[in-house]
C-alpha cells in the first residue's frame, strides 16, 4: 500500500530540491500570530539529533496524562465556553486502521486541542511553526500533545520528512498540517493552500482526511469531519507523476472542504 522513503530521503536533482523548498516555511512576511508575539525565553534547535517524532518516555507518559486527565476537562470548557462540537465524527473510523493525513482551516487559537476530540484519545502529530515551541509554558504543552517543529532549512527538513514518512508508512498514525499556513481568527473563508501536506499523502500513498471549522453564531464554533480523499479519487491524477500529482490533490482538497462549507453555511441561510 506504501511507497519507499527513498524519493524524499536522497534528493538526487533539481527538480525533487524544489519541491522540498516548497514544502518549507515561506520567508515573506506575514501577520505575526499569537505565540510569536508571547515571550520566548528558550530558542529551539533543530540539529541532526531532534527527534520530531520523539521516543522520549518522560513525554510519552505527560501525553497521555495530559489526554486522560487535562484533556476531558478541556474538551467540556470548549463545550461551554465556543459550544464546540463534531459533525459526521464517524467519517474518522474509516482512516482508524490505516496512517493518513489530516487538513484543516486555520481559524481559531484553539483548533489544534479542539481536533484531536476526533481522534481521542490518540491524537495526531501536529506540524506548527517552529515559535510555537519557543513561546513560554505554551511551548511545552505543544510539544507533549504531540506538536512537530517544521524547520526552515533544507537539511533538517530531510530529516523530518524521513520521520514523518516512518510514521505514515509504518504506523496507524495520523500527521494534521494547516495548509493554509497561518492562522485567521474566525475566517469564514478558505485561502491558498500549500503543497506540503499533500506531498506527504502522495509520497507514502495515504488518505486526506478533510475537516472544517464553522461558526454557526458569533464566537461559537463547530468542527465538521469529511471523508477521506486516496490519489484514486482525485479526477485526472491516475499515471501523472508524483508532484502532479500532489497539485492535483491539493486542489481537490480545497474544492470538497470548499463544498462542506458551503454545505454548512447554505443550510443556516434556509
Same mark, same amino acid.
Given at each position: ?70 484533556? #476531558? ?5 470548549? /463545550?461551554?465556553?465556543? $459550544? ?5 465524527? +464517524? @467519517?474518522?473510523?474509516? %482512516? ?88 485567521? #481568527? ?5 485561502? /491558498?493552500?500549500?503543497? $506540503? ?5 502522495? +509520497? @507514502?500513498?495515504?488518505? %486526506? ?62
Amino acid at each position: 500500500m506504501k511507497s519507499t522513503e527513498e524519493e524524499l530521503q536522497k534528493p538526487e536533482d533539481s527538480d525533487q530540491k524544489a519541491e522540498l523548498e516548497k514544502l518549507r516555511e515561506s520567508d515573506k512576511p506575514r501577520r505575526k500570530g499569537p505565540a510569536e508575539r508571547m515571550w520566548a525565553p528558550i530558542k529551539l534547535h533543530l540539529d541532526e539529533d531532534y527527534q520530531y517524532v520523539t521516543k522520549n518516555w518522560g513525554l510519552r507518559f505527560l501525553y497521555y496524562f495530559a489526554m486522560f486527565v487535562g484533556m #476531558p476537562f478541556g474538551y467540556l470548557f470548549f /463545550k461551554i465556553r465556543w $459550544g464546540f462540537g463534531v459533525i459526521n465524527k +464517524k @467519517n474518522a473510523k474509516l %482512516v482508524k486502521k490505516t496512517s493518513a493525513i489530516t487538513v484543516a482551516n486555520h481559524v481559531h487559537n484553539m483548533d489544534s486541542p479542539m481536533l484531536t476530540y476526533v481522534f481521542y484519545p490518540s491524537a495526531p502529530y501536529f506540524v506548527a511553526l517552529k515559535h510555537n515551541f519557543e513561546a513560554f509554558i505554551i511551548g511545552g504543552l505543544v510539544r507533549v500533545l504531540r506538536g512537530v517543529p517544521l524547520p526552515s532549512d533544507l537539511k533538517n527538513f530531510e530529516r523530518f520528512s524521513e520521520q514523518m514518512n516512518d510514521a505514515l508508512q509504518n504506523t496507524t498514525r495520523k500527521v494534521h498540517m494547516y495548509p493554509e499556513g497561518e492562522i485567521a #481568527p474566525y475566517s469564514k473563508e478558505l485561502r /491558498k493552500f500549500k503543497n $506540503g501536506a499533500f506531498h506527504f499523502a502522495v +509520497k @507514502n500513498n495515504v488518505p %486526506v482526511l478533510p475537516m472544517v471549522f464553522v461558526f454557526p453564531k458569533p464566537k461559537k464554533v463547530k468542527l465538521i469531519v469529511g471523508k477521506p480523499i486516496y490519489v484514486k479519487d482525485v479526477p485526472g491524477a491516475e499515471g501523472l507523476k508524483a508532484p502532479k500529482q500532489t497539485v492535483l490533490m491539493c486542489r481537490y482538497v480545497r474544492e470538497k472542504m470548499q463544498e462542506m462549507l458551503d454545505d454548512y453555511y447554505g443550510g443556516l441561510e434556509k
